[in-house]
Nanobody, 126 residues
Framework: QVQLVESGGGLVQAGGSLRLSCAAS????????MGWFRRAPGKERDFVAA????????YYADSVKGRFTISRDNAKNTVYLQMNSLRPEDTAVYYC???????????????????WGQGTQVTVSS
């Protein structure tokens, strides 16, 4: 019922910036909690950031806090991830995710039944 398509990935030098976009289809976007995850080479998928359905609340992994910013535009059915001060360890496939609000807060919500995008590659050179 929800289709997510990521874009904006690419190759960037360490210290540079990228902005990822996730376009959603479906009529329930404004009611969905949105998140970004990433999978680095040889590692498991890791949480990056999440934003509440209203956009009022955000939550970030410690590894990206202060460097990445998640935002959303419900009128455009789009969520963004602004990535600044990129490091080689940020290299990964980045995935957009959507889920219903469980009411327990962004830091503790489950993403096990979320919808997922296909991912976009981000490569940061040293």
């Amino acid at each position: 019922q929800v289709q997510l398509v990521e874009s904006g990935g690419g190759l960037v030098q360490a210290g540079g910036s990228l902005r990822l976009s996730c376009a959603a289809s479906g009529r329930t976007f404004s009611r969905l909690v949105m998140g970004w995850f990433r999978r680095a080479p040889g590692k498991e998928r890791d949480f990056v950031a999440a934003i509440s359905w209203s956009g009022a609340n955000t939550y970030y992994a410690d590894s990206v806090k202060g460097r990445f910013t998640i935002s959303r535009d419900n009128a455009k059915n789009t969520v963004y991830l602004q990535m600044n001060s990129l490091r080689p360890e940020d290299t990964a496939v980045y995935y957009c995710a959507a889920n219903f609000d469980g009411g327990s807060g962004l830091a503790t919500m489950s993403w096990g039944t979320a919808w997922w995008g296909q991912g976009t590659q981000v490569t940061v050179s040293s």
